[in-house]
């Protein structure tokens, strides 16, 4: 079973830059296909990007500025994000790709002057 932590959200100012992480406890991150999301005040929860197992990133019209990498030897993955816009404020959530039940419990960034 996956519990997924993420951590690395925080305050910044726009164009500044941020890394997220997401560990896994369990025995699931490092065999499976992973994605980032992320969910802002009064929207439905997107798609930010997502990396198979073996590495390969895909990303979305969200994620222009973004890098998602792993780390399967340490049960890791990361988003790290740059040139960061008021319109990236949202808690982003890691997970399965396809999106399982599995969650955590997010981590918040807040893009603000």
């Known amino acids: 079973q996956a519990q997924f932590v993420e951590s690395g959200g925080g305050l910044v100012q726009p164009g500044g830059s941020l890394t997220l992480s997401c560990v896994d406890s369990?025995?699931?991150?490092?065999?499976?296909?992973m994605a980032w999301y992320r969910q802002s005040s009064g929207n439905e929860r997107e798609l930010v990007a997502r990396?198979?197992?073996?590495?390969?990133p895909h990303y979305t019209r969200y994620s222009g500025r973004f890098t998602i990498r792993r780390d399967n030897t340490k049960s890791t993955m990361f988003l790290y994000m740059s040139g960061m816009a008021p319109v990236d404020t949202a808690v982003y959530y890691c997970?399965?790709?396809?999106?399982?039940?599995?969650w955590g419990q997010g981590t918040q960034v807040t893009v603000s002057s």
């Open positions: 997970t399965t790709w396809p999106a399982g039940a599995d």
């Open positions: 990396i198979t197992v073996d590495g390969r």
């Open positions: 369990g025995d699931i991150l490092k065999v499976s296909n």
